[in-house]
């Protein structure tokens, strides 16, 4: 299946019912870092970031990914839409943190998890990525993350663990999700959709089928979490997991 990067296409339908969930947080708690970038505390040591971007007809597009901060070590899942507002946040962490970003990890290859790819690697982070998505982007001749895995992958990030697993098609076919068990925050990332999404959203590269199915995966390997954030809009609880089961069943 190609996969298609054009902003547009890729991107149509994410603005609309980017809402609010039962866990949320207030505009006090956000970090602004420039016009374009946004961070917000999720748990000790775990920040989530939300960078902005315009589309044609749409301005400002959120998208979420986290950061977590372990001492002197950093990683970063999902890379923002730009070079340049992943560089803000690799500063931000040397800045106010004193760690680096050492590993970045896109959760699928489009433009809003992989796009600030080729800032990372210039800021030599070792990148992790599914063997798909890395298939993806090479064959688009996007920047590539320097090692792959198949099904699952556990990270190190000083004491903290984070757990990359891709459990099946969804949102596209290479979405996976990771999760941090000392913190038990679940990043769905564009697999999951916010408490308010009336729809899917942008469908082009999904598998609506498997979609589901894959999610009801989710569900049984982390039953724990207490955080699930989505790759657009606000987190939320394991309800997040629900909704986009129904918006599944109610697409076909």
């Not at 917000?40 to 920040?47: C, D, I, K, N, T």
Request: glycine letters at 10%.
């Amino acid at each position: 299946m190609h996969i298609k990067h054009k902003v547009l296409i890729v991107l149509l339908g994410f603005v609309f019912g980017l809402g609010v969930t039962a866990y949320g947080q207030s505009d006090n708690e956000r970090v602004r870092l420039s016009d374009d970038v946004e961070v917000r505390q999720l748990a000790e040591g775990v920040w989530r970031h939300t960078t902005y971007f315009d589309i044609e007809g749409f301005e400002n597009v959120p998208a979420n990914g986290l950061i977590v901060i372990d001492g002197k070590n950093a990683i970063m899942i999902d890379l923002p839409w730009t070079d340049e507002q992943t560089g803000v946040l690799f500063d931000w962490v040397v800045k106010e943190h004193g760690a680096v970003i050492q590993k970045v990890v896109p959760t699928h290859s489009h433009i809003d998890c992989a796009g600030g790819l080729a800032e990372a690697h210039r800021r030599n982070a070792e990148s992790f990525a599914l063997d798909k998505t890395v298939e993806i982007l090479k064959r688009t001749n996007k920047p590539v993350p320097k090692n792959w895995f198949t099904d699952r992958l556990c990270l190190a990030c000083g004491e903290t663990q984070v757990e990359l697993s891709f459990l099946g098609a969804g949102h596209t076919i290479d979405n996976i999700v990771a999760w941090i068990p000392s913190k038990k925050i679940l990043f769905g990332g564009c697999m999951v959709k916010s408490q308010n999404a009336g729809n899917l959203g942008n469908t082009a590269d999904a598998d609506v089928e498997s979609w589901p199915k894959t999610l009801q995966k989710v569900k049984d390997a982390f039953p724990y979490s207490k955080i699930v954030v989505p790759g657009h809009g606000r987190p939320g609880g394991m309800e997040l997991i629900d909704h986009t089961i129904r918006l599944c069943n109610n697409n076909n």
